[in-house]
């Protein structure tokens, strides 16, 4: 598997509804729990993650062409 780094900047979104969800509350709570502990770190990784959740799209996953995002075509089951 390699990396692609033009991938990387294309900004198309690649992270589905439920993942933005647990990457929003994930840096909610790194977020929060940085600011006890004063930690730049946790501070600098809770931004990104509610960054990433917010607007639906990963650089990581771009560079290595994954995709979480629920295709068009395809209907969520019950329906």
Do not use: Q, W
């Given at each position: 598997?390699?990396?692609?780094?033009?991938?990387?900047?294309?900004?198309?979104?690649?992270?589905?509804?439920?993942?933005?969800?647990?990457?929003?509350?994930?840096?909610?709570?790194?977020?929060?729990?940085?600011?006890?502990?004063?930690?730049?770190?946790?501070?600098?990784?809770?931004?990104?993650?509610?960054?990433?959740?917010f607007f639906g799209f990963c650089?990581?996953?771009?560079g290595l062409g994954k995709n979480?995002?629920?295709?068009?075509?395809?209907?969520?089951?019950?329906?």
């Amino acid at each position: 598997m390699s990396f692609d780094f033009k991938r990387m900047f294309k900004f198309e979104h690649n992270v589905g509804e439920k993942e933005k969800k647990y990457r929003i509350y994930a840096g909610a709570a790194l977020f929060v729990l940085s600011v006890v502990t004063a930690s730049i770190f946790l501070l600098v990784v809770g931004c990104a993650l509610i960054a990433s959740g917010f607007f639906g799209f990963c650089p990581v996953y771009g560079g290595l062409g994954k995709n979480t995002c629920d295709t068009a075509g395809s209907a969520p089951a019950g329906e």
